[in-house]
């Protein structure tokens, strides 16, 4: 099984639509979680750590499910702008590896 | 803002060169990873240090892969001799080490051997 898994997508959604993202790990030691993104061409670059009570950040929300070891992410009122790769990262220690999804890609059309 | 930089940013050389990627690391950060990303794969581990002491490179082809870390500012990834397998691209990141902090990552080398 592999550590962190992803629905590859691609989500092809067009402007204005709310799309969710769903991630599960395997590892349940895993302690911080956090979403990347990654723009073709361009490095990772963090988009919102995962807490466990759930966040928000405008119009993306986080949520963490540690019981069932799942992760997601919610996109609201999606922009062209919002079309990426979207990495589900998991680190089980501060100073390891980062462990990563192989992303799921989103297309947003207007 | 403070950034992790690579280079060079592109590298193209014929199979058998020798090639050596750099990375200088954010000031203040003690951890220093280095990942290999491909269109199959996706993004894997290749090796990283702590306080520019080597925790794991088991992800490393060792004949021919080496990283090292000379001083704390500089991060350097050798593969000798080259193959066209290894063509994809290097990310080298930086941390702090610490629970929920994430690591940064550089621009990252796009490498073709040919």
């Known amino acids: 099984r592999k550590e962190v898994e992803q629905d590859p997508g691609p989500f092809n959604v067009p402007e204005g639509a709310t799309v969710a993202f769903n991630c599960t790990y395997s590892?349940?030691?895993?302690?911080?979680f956090f979403w990347y993104r990654q723009d073709c061409r361009k490095e990772p670059k963090l988009l919102m750590s995962v807490y466990s009570s759930g966040n928000e950040d405008g119009r993306f929300t986080a949520q963490l499910n540690r019981a069932s070891q799942y992760i997601s992410l919610l996109i609201r009122d999606s922009k062209l702008s919002d079309s990426a790769t979207y990495l589900c990262?998991?680190?089980?220690?501060?100073?390891?590896?980062?462990?990563f999804g192989k992303g799921t890609r989103l297309s947003v059309i207007a | 803002d403070a950034r992790v930089t690579q280079t060079p940013r592109h590298k193209v050389t014929e199979m058998g060169q020798e090639v050596t990627m750099r990375c200088q690391p954010i000031?203040?950060?003690?951890?220093v990873f280095w990942y290999r990303q491909t269109m199959m794969q996706g993004l894997e581990l290749l090796a990283y240090f702590r306080n520019r002491a080597p925790l794991d490179d088991s992800g490393m082809p060792k004949d021919r892969f080496s990283a090292e870390m000379p001083d704390a500012t500089l991060a350097t990834l050798k593969i000798q001799p080259s193959e066209p397998r290894d063509s994809a691209v290097y990310f080298c990141?930086?941390?702090?080490?610490?629970?929920?902090?994430?690591?940064?990552f550089g621009d990252g080398t796009r490498l073709s051997i040919l």
């Open positions: 990141a930086s941390g702090l080490g610490l629970p929920n902090q994430p690591q940064h």
């Open positions: 990262v998991v680190n089980i220690l501060g100073n390891t590896p980062l462990v």
């Open positions: 000031l203040g950060h003690n951890t």
């Open positions: 590892n349940s030691a895993s302690q911080s």
